[in-house]
């Protein structure tokens, strides 16, 4: 959520953390059930929605930053060969979560995909190749 709101800092526009259809309801339920992917459940959006490159931009940078915050943790955690497994598993899962288009929640990659498709190319690229093949 954090990355999501810087993400947010480099447009000029108002943005406000929306929760999914549900609200906080589903947030609270899965808080207690124990979920990990609890900050999936709501994102960064703007106020007002606009159909121009500046607006795509803005959109994909927002989603672009989280992406980033947890391939840089998943990089320094098995370049400083820290042997965590459920550590490193678990940013696995949530950076595989990162590239999976899904029609009912946003967790970037549509908003990436949107802004530039060689950038949504190159993440899931890097993805794959963290997650699968680190060797």
Sequence with gaps: MLFGFLGTLVSGRKWHYRTVSGGVI???IMAVL???????????????????PEFRRDMGISALLPWL??????????????HLYGLTHLLGILLIFR?????????????????????????????VGMVFFHG
């Excluded at 124990?34 to 121009?52: A, D």
């Excluded at 915050?69 to 820290?82: D, E, K, Q």
């Excluded at 009912?104 to 993805?127: E, L, S, Y």
Aim: aromatic share 16%; charged share 10%; net charge positive.
């Design 26 to 28: 589903i947030s609270i």
């Design 34 to 52: 124990g979920s990990i992917f609890l900050p999936v459940f709501g994102g960064w959006y703007p106020n007002k929605y606009e159909n121009t």
């Design 69 to 82: 915050f947890l391939m840089g943790t998943l990089m320094a955690v098995r370049f400083a060969g820290i």
């Design 99 to 127: 590239c999976i288009p899904m029609p009912h929640v946003n967790f970037g990659m549509m908003r990436i995909f949107r802004w530039n498709k060689i950038i949504c190319a190159a993440m899931i690229i890097a993805t």
